[in-house]
């Protein structure tokens, strides 16, 4: 009976330690990813920071810190907020942008590498991220450079304090190490508006070309999705699209919603413009 009670106290002391981990994740996680406005706690703001982001990740609506919410909160995603104050609208579940573009639609980038691939390979990765933006807004020309001092875009790897290319300064957005089943970091990289154009990648995380059901990240889809933030857009509501916050595997294809996106900021070729695209409908149309 003894040993029950001790146990059965265990237990219970177990659970609530438990349950206070995981408040505490939710409420760092919601305030990192710009649910919770800065300057205010309490337990109102935490329900309709959980709220927040039920809605846009598409989970039932409750405000509580069920399964679901924290499994989805559990899953390696881009280190960029999802909402930021003044610049939501979760009524439509669409693509979402930035306020800036860039002005020039011909883009140079540098690179730096990381450790698990060969230079060869993380290049032409790179390349072929940078070239599924340009395939759906032909506006858009991406080239590479080797002197960073002409680039517009800089491509890195970087631990925890990291700084970026050569040159740049130390970046104020430390990563939180490698991402795991079992706790760990979340971040598997970033990304800096127009026209900032610096992408970090976050080196303690594994990444292969497509990632794997080990654990390894995909590097075409990350770097597909941070290219997307360096271009202008922001994260999309819309599962399934590019610009999802959480991480996939594979190669990515983009989604109606990112084509739409990226063609709302860049547009496409003039040439390809028909009269009816310039605005001139026939009678009938809308
Ligand atoms: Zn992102
Ligand atoms: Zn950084």
Redesign the pocket.
């Known amino acids: 009976m003894f040993f029950l009670v001790i146990f059965a106290s265990l237990f219970l002391f177990q659970a609530a330690v438990c349950e206070e981990d995981e408040t505490e994740f939710a409420l760092n996680y919601l305030s990192n990813f710009g649910y919770t406005s800065h300057g205010r706690s309490g337990s109102n703001d935490a329900i309709s920071a959980i709220k927040k982001f039920q809605e846009f990740f598409g989970l039932p609506v409750t405000g509580r810190l069920d399964e679901r919410t924290l499994k989805e909160m559990r899953k390696p995603r881009c280190g960029v907020k999802d909402l930021v104050v003044g610049k939501n609208s979760m009524r439509v579940k669409r693509y979402s942008t930035w306020w800036t573009k860039w002005r020039k639609t011909s883009l140079k980038y540098y690179m730096t590498y990381g450790d698990d691939m060969s230079e060869s390979k993380q290049a032409r990765i790179i390349a072929k991220a940078f070239k599924m933006w340009s395939d759906a807004a032909p506006k858009l020309r991406f080239t590479r450079t080797f002197r960073v001092s002409e680039a517009d875009i800089k491509v890195s790897f ?1 631990r925890r304090e ?1 700084y970026g290319v050569p040159g740049e300064g130390k ?1 104020y ?1 430390p990563f939180d190490g490698k991402s795991g089943i079992f706790g760990g970091g979340l971040v598997l990289a ?1 990304a800096f508006f127009p026209e900032n154009g610096r992408l ?1 990648f976050d080196d303690d995380e594994k990444f292969t070309e497509e990632g794997s059901i080990w654990g390894a990240k995909s590097l075409i889809h990350v770097a597909v999705h941070e290219i997307g933030h360096i271009l202008g857009l922001r994260h999309s509501n819309v599962k399934g699209s590019v610009m999802w916050p959480t991480a996939s595997r594979g190669t990515p294809k983009l989604h109606d919603d990112d084509i739409k996106g990226i063609r709302s900021l860049y547009g496409m070729l003039e040439q390809h413009l028909t009269p009816n695209h310039l605005g001139f409908l026939s009678p009938g149309e809308d």
């Open positions: 970087g990291h970046c957005d970033h970090h």
